[in-house]
């Protein structure tokens, strides 16, 4: 199986009002598994005539904001409608296929993804016409929750503790984290879910 994983800095947390300012996405590939710094990896920084977020958010994404300020060319600079048709060019070098329509539809993996970042995404020029996300969504803390311990999902920090990361602190740089998700979920490529859960037993008359 193929995925992406993918991660986004932003301004703030409304996705109508706050702005995507780094995006960065790894390529995975679980039947043929490469280094983690090997890996194939697109990132961008995300220029905007002006910039709206919240103190914290801005305050956290400081180094972003530095590097974004600095008036020289850099490969990794592209505004918020260059970002996805390049993306898309990086996904169709690394061998993914456009549909019927032309959009390329990946598979994604990343914290929160489907329930914060994906809102962020949609607001993309081209998002479901040059890229989109298949349906189904990898999070890596679906594998690491305690089910008779926890009550939500556990965090990417507590996620890193139970994986027994040297480092558990996140980094809240896109490649980073990116990278940590594809790590987080490296283990669980062995045993399937599904050998993990025991065969149900038998009814009569079967």
């Not at 103190?55 to 008036?71: I, M």
């Not at 987080?184 to 065969?199: D, H, I, M, S, T």
Request: aromatic share 8%.
């Amino acid at each position: 199986m193929r995925y992406i994983s993918l991660d986004l800095e932003m301004t703030g947390g409304n996705p109508e009002r706050h702005q995507i300012i780094e995006l960065a996405a790894v390529v995975e590939d679980t039947k043929h598994l490469q280094p983690l710094p090997e890996l194939p990896s697109f990132r961008r920084l995300v220029r905007h005539p002006e910039y709206i977020g919240t103190a914290g958010a801005l305050a956290l994404n400081a180094r972003l904001l530095e590097e974004l300020a600095q008036k020289g060319p850099n490969p990794e600079c592209c505004t918020a409608e260059e970002l996805l048709p390049q993306l898309r060019e990086f996904l169709l070098a690394q061998g993914f296929k456009p549909d019927k329509k032309d959009c390329v539809s990946v598979t994604m993996a990343g914290k929160n993804i489907a329930s914060f970042d994906l809102l962020f995404l949609r607001q993309l020029p081209g998002w479901g016409t040059l890229v989109r996300a298949e349906p189904a969504m990898l999070d890596p803390a679906a594998f690491y929750l305690n089910w008779k311990k926890d009550n939500r999902l556990p965090t990417m920090t507590i996620c890193k503790a139970r994986a027994h990361f040297a480092d558990q602190t996140v980094a809240h740089q896109a490649l980073a984290d990116a990278l940590d998700v594809i790590q987080l979920l490296r283990p669980f490529y062995e045993l399937p879910l599904y050998q993990q859960v025991p065969a149900a037993p038998a009814t009569e008359g079967e």
